[in-house]
């Protein structure tokens, strides 16, 4: 058995329905790929998510839905905590998003964290820049240890930076830190669009240039409909997303994407082919409205 081990923080999602009514749901960007990974994993691949969670009925739910959805919770309780919440808005058909989770349990799921639970050499751990953005410095300390042993034992550390700016007290704090998460990871899945913004890169190749010297062995640069830059030690290759007539929703694109290439790789394929499969499953979620399409 391979294993692979999602980390971040999993939310509640209120999500607005013809009739007025909210219908609930839940995502976050971590748990949206481990969600499309344990979807889509071969026999013999089995997907876990470690956060941290409430004592709630809320925070019981959460876990149970993981489970159904194949995916093993390794959740660690907080007493008196919950889970995050956010909701979404419709206006003229644009979605725009309200969120509760400046106390939610999952900003606490590296406070007393040592070894990363259940993985082997061969096996993954993936996590994001939002993971990295919910956490206290010391935490984010204790994680990025424990991803440097892990991957020193040969677990395959996979990073996607996902920078959101409103997470971070300042840029210059996102920056740095988003640097010391690709410090420590063989596999980085940036999207361009972001990275142009808020590193300044002229172009998808400087942003793998930048994620190549931080130490990452494959970059996978993201961007939109346009080619996927896909940089391995054996050279450069883009390949382009199938083209789409009508993109409904682009929630959970790259999450999907990183799933799929993740998937690939722990299923034996070369980065090409898993970037090939990583496409095919981001242009099936686009077609369907929310983070999680039934693939
Ligand atoms: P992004 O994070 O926006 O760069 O998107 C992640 C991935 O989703 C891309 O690399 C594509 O594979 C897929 N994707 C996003 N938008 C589109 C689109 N308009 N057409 C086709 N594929 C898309």
């Known amino acids: 058995m391979t294993n692979l081990l999602s980390i971040g923080e999993c939310m509640v999602e209120l999500a607005p329905r013809a009739d007025g009514a909210f219908a609930m749901n ?14 889509t994993a071969p026999k013999g691949l089995t997907v876990s998510y470690l956060s941290a969670v409430g004592d709630d009925a809320l925070s019981v739910r959460m876990a149970d839905f993981m489970a159904q959805a194949g995916i093993t ?14 909701m979404i808005s419709l206006k003229d058909g644009e979605r725009s998003f309200s969120y509760w989770r400046d106390t939610s349990a999952a900003r606490s799921l590296a406070d007393d964290l040592d070894v990363l639970p259940g993985l082997k050499a061969g096996d993954m751990a993936y996590f994001s820049g939002i993971t990295m953005a919910i956490l206290s410095d010391a935490a984010r300390e204790r994680l990025l240890s424990a991803l ?21 007290p ?19 899945l940036p999207s361009y669009e972001d990275e142009a913004v808020h590193f300044g890169d002229a172009d998808p190749a400087g942003t793998a240039d930048r994620y190549s010297r931080a130490g990452a062995g ?7 409909a346009e080619a996927v830059l896909l940089r391995t030690p054996q050279g450069d290759t883009q390949i382009a997303p199938p083209k789409i007539a009508k993109v409904v929703d682009t929630t959970a694109a790259g999450d999907s994407f990183n799933a799929g290439f993740l998937v690939g790789i722990l299923s034996g394929e070369d980065a090409a082919t898993a970037t090939h499969r990583a496409c095919a499953l981001a242009a099936q979620v686009v077609q369907h409205p929310g983070a999680l399409v039934p693939v």
């Open 26 to 39: 839940f995502a976050g960007d971590t748990f949206n790929t481990a969600w499309y990974a344990a979807r």
């Open 73 to 86: 919770p390794v959740l660690a309780r907080r007493p008196g905590r919950s889970v995050g919440l956010y």
């Open 148 to 168: 440097t042993r892990a991957r020193a034992a040969g677990v395959t550390v996979t990073f996607d930076p996902n920078l959101r700016p409103r997470l971070w």
């Open 170 to 188: 300042d840029m210059d704090t996102m920056r740095h830190w988003i640097t010391r998460a690709a410090e420590v990871c063989d596999i980085a």
């Open 218 to 224: 494959v970059v996978v640069v993201k961007n939109g």
